[in-house]
């Protein structure tokens, strides 16, 4: 039988997509954050965490805080990392695997108000209300999971995100998204997650959440986000690296400049996390967008964010790691 129409050397796009940057633009965006990596460094904010790059032969200035990252661990990481993962559902039917060029939707988040859909009007989002976003976005068949939409400002803003995780472990049967911003919180939603799960080992080979660590730009890792980071890798729940520049605010006002920073971000948190446990599942994210210049606020859903997330997902496609970028 003759098969027609095949060609070994054809290369095909597979499916429609932007491309954003060249071959060339990848491997120049990545030298120069190879570069920044090892000559500036990052600052991090964890002595944990400066520890461990230490131990791992980085240079360490601890009076500033200042690591510095050499190219080879950065190269290390970027091999180490999966390319995809399961992302494992209360409901198993609910599982969705990121990573290649597959695409799948999530809700955007977290907003501390809401619009009232009864009165119309706005006003501060409540316990209740985390509560019907967990059930709506649950409901909506093309979500391939459920993102914290909103912050409840009727309970003690310290266990805001353990409320939003006890939400979504009451009233979902997708895969999590949690913002999770301390030690003791990340063991709190394990403890949950635990109970949901049939116990910690059956959690840590079937994760039922993703968690985020944010950096803060420019160029510094928070002690808190980054020692939940630790402790996620640690324990084998995937893990979100979200940084969120500001074009011309906290970073560059040059787009190319500012995913330069972005990169450095969200590779130096990759490589502490590969330090950690070589192949924890990790995410290259993104809400990096450019300043509203009435305002000083993130423009979230602007051209510029728009054009700097499809580049991120290229980079993340690039290095072979499952990417999220968010966008409006």
């Known amino acids: 039988m003759t098969i027609r129409y095949e060609h070994a050397d054809l290369l095909s796009q597979g499916s429609f997509g932007l491309n954003a940057l060249s071959p060339d633009d990848i491997e120049q965006i990545h030298q120069s954050t190879l570069d920044v990596l090892w000559n500036i460094g990052l600052k991090v904010m964890s002595p944990n965490a400066r520890t461990i790059f230490g131990d791992h032969g980085c240079p360490v200035d601890e009076e500033n805080s200042i690591v510095k990252i050499p190219p080879h661990l950065v190269e290390d990481a970027i091999q180490s990392t999966p390319a995809s993962y399961r ?21 955007f988040g977290e907003a501390a108000s809401l619009m009232d859909p009864v009165t119309r009007k706005v006003r501060e989002a409540t316990k209740q209300d985390v509560d019907d976003s967990v059930r709506f976005i649950d409901a909506m068949e093309n979500s391939v999971g459920w993102e914290r939409p909103l912050t409840p400002l009727d309970v003690d803003q310290d266990m805001s995100s353990i409320y939003n995780a006890y939400s979504f472990f009451s009233n ?10 301390s030690v003791e919180h990340f063991e709190a939603a394990v403890k949950m997650g635990a109970v949901m799960a049939g116990g910690e080992d059956k959690l840590a080979q079937q994760p039922l959440f993703t968690c985020s660590a944010d950096p803060v730009s420019p160029l510094v890792l928070t ?3 980054t020692d939940v980071l630790i402790e996620a890798c640690k ?6 690296i979200n940084s ?4 011309g605010a906290t970073t560059c006002v040059n787009l190319a400049s500012t995913l330069v920073t972005h990169n450095c971000e969200v590779l130096g948190s990759i ?5 950690v446990r070589k192949g924890a599942p990790m995410v290259y994210g993104s809400s990096t967008s450019i300043m509203d210049l009435r305002t000083t606020l993130a423009s979230m859903g602007a051209p510029e964010m728009a054009m700097i997330s499809a580049a991120v997902a290229k980079l993340a496609l690039h290095y072979k790691i499952p990417s999220w970028v968010g966008g409006g």
């Not at 992302?87 to 809700?107: C, M």
């Not at 324990?235 to 979100?240: A, D, N, Q, R, S």
């Not at 490589?271 to 330090?275: A, D, I, K, T």
Request: aromatic share 10%; charged share 20%.
């Open 87 to 107: 992302a494992h559902a209360l409901d198993p039917k609910n599982d969705y695997v990121p990573g290649g060029k597959r695409t799948g939707f999530v809700n």
């Open 172 to 181: 979902s049967s997708k895969h999590g998204f949690l913002g999770i911003y």
């Open 223 to 225: 002690r808190e986000a």
């Open 235 to 240: 324990f084998g729940i995937p893990i979100k």
């Open 244 to 247: 969120l520049g500001m074009c």
């Open 271 to 275: 490589v502490l996390g590969q330090l």
